[in-house]
């Protein structure tokens, strides 16, 4: 008996019970098809925080404190931010924005929008973190000596506040105070964990005046002079801020330095790992359909027993009787994840949980070569069961 005519065979036996062979094969296929888009969505998530981070620019620092708040003797202050900024000890420090975050719900002509950040700090922010103004200006430094109540805005609060209206020279209300609208931000891409554009961004002294008091600052955000010399301008940061809080060598530094590549590294390796934990989740569905190719192929054994006993008889080998019940379990699985993978591809073309999920070729090839894996593990058991019946016992059974 030819391959062929053992395919041919295994095919006739798969078709001669759709209903219970399509049945078998969507275990099969939603487990493909969750194990590739969910992959996708780890994919897309890690493709939108690369692009994220590297919108906030390449030469950009982080200063934090290690404790949340700081003591009174390790806090970030406006004074450790000032003493940075020393052209003599940091020569490769371009700006310094100390900055503090609040939380707070704007309010404009009746309507109310929560937004995810409200931010105080000085002019130089703006361009370490690469935010462009699209409408109206940016505060000036005058606005922050001065304490002005002036604010710009990400296009989600331009949204959610104005409906399209030019929000430019409006009044809203943010905790109590009164701040008017100087310009809009530009659209940034968002990781779809976070809107990068849910936020305002306000001169800090009028911030400190009305929402965030003037305790401790959140973070200092430092901009190098260039890409290149981002680690001599954080060694350089690192040793002010020592003989500022007075931390001897060996010590435990009370604050943390991170710069965008260490945050893009950092975010990356939590996205893989995200993506590992739902592919491996989705995995679990595979191996339930594998379970029931194992149910669906004893149940077919033993309804097609006298057929094997009557071939057996007629002196079909016991490799061809294997051969024929593995390809019909490879052929459900295979169709399975065939179908799994074409349902995968469709769906990656919308948004899962606000990301763009993005297919890699190596999960489609993994998935299929794992299908035909689960037909030949899981239809092992009935197939070797099939060949190991004696012809008489076979022809005997009713």
């Known amino acids: 008996m030819s391959s062929w005519e053992i395919l041919t065979f295994a095919v006739r036996g798969v078709a001669a019970n759709r209903l219970r062979s399509a049945l078998t094969m969507l275990g099969i296929l939603i487990g493909v098809a969750a194990v590739i888009l969910l992959v996708a969505v780890g994919n897309g998530s890690a493709a939108a925080i690369t692009s994220q981070i590297s919108a906030l620019g390449t030469n950009t620092i982080t200063v934090m404190s290690a404790n949340r708040g700081g003591t009174t003797n390790t806090a970030l202050t406006t004074e450790i931010a000032d003493a940075l900024q020393d052209e003599t000890l940091a020569p490769d420090v371009r700006s310094v ?26 002019t130089g922010y703006l361009g370490a973190q690469s935010y462009r103004i699209e409408r109206g200006a940016a505060f000036t430094d005058a606005d922050v000596s001065q304490g002005r109540r002036v604010t710009v805005i990400g296009q989600t609060v331009a949204e959610e506040l104005f409906e399209g209206a030019d929000p430019v020279g409006a009044r809203v209300t943010v905790g109590g105070a009164l701040f008017t609208v100087v310009g809009v931000l530009a659209e940034k891409s968002s990781s779809g964990v976070q809107d990068a554009n849910d936020l305002a961004i306000a001169p800090l002294t009028a911030v400190q005046q009305t929402l965030a008091g003037y305790g401790s600052l959140s973070s200092i955000v430092v901009e190098a002079v260039a890409a290149d010399r981002v680690a001599a301008a954080q060694n350089e940061i690192a040793t002010i801020l020592d003989q500022r809080l007075g931390i001897d060598e060996g010590d435990t530094a009370p604050y943390r330095i991170q710069n965008a590549s260490q945050l893009l590294e950092t975010q990356t390796e939590t996205a893989d790992t995200f993506t590992v934990l739902l592919g491996a989740v989705a995995g679990v569905s595979l191996l339930v359909g594998g379970i029931g190719i194992t149910n669906i192929m004893l149940v077919t054994v033993t309804e097609r027993t006298r057929e094997i006993g ?32 074409l349902i995968a591809v469709l769906g990656a073309r919308f948004e899962i949980a606000g990301v763009q999920p993005v297919i890699v070729p190596g999960s489609v090839f993994l998935a299929l070569g794992v299908s035909v894996a689960i037909g030949l593990f899981f239809g092992g058991y009935p197939a070797g069961r099939a060949a190991s019946l004696r012809p008489i016992d076979a022809l005997r059974y009713e």
């Not at 704007?106 to 937004?115: A, F």
């Not at 002196?315 to 379990?329: D, K, S």
């Open 97 to 122: 924005s100390p900055v503090v975050n609040a939380s707070g719900t704007l309010t404009y002509d009746g309507t109310d929008h929560e937004v995810s950040q409200f931010i105080g700090t000085v």
């Open 310 to 341: 009557i071939r057996k008889a007629l002196g079909a080998p016991r490799r061809v009787i294997l051969t024929q019940f593995l390809a019909e379990a490879t052929i459900l699985s295979l169709t399975g994840g065939g179908l799994g993978v």
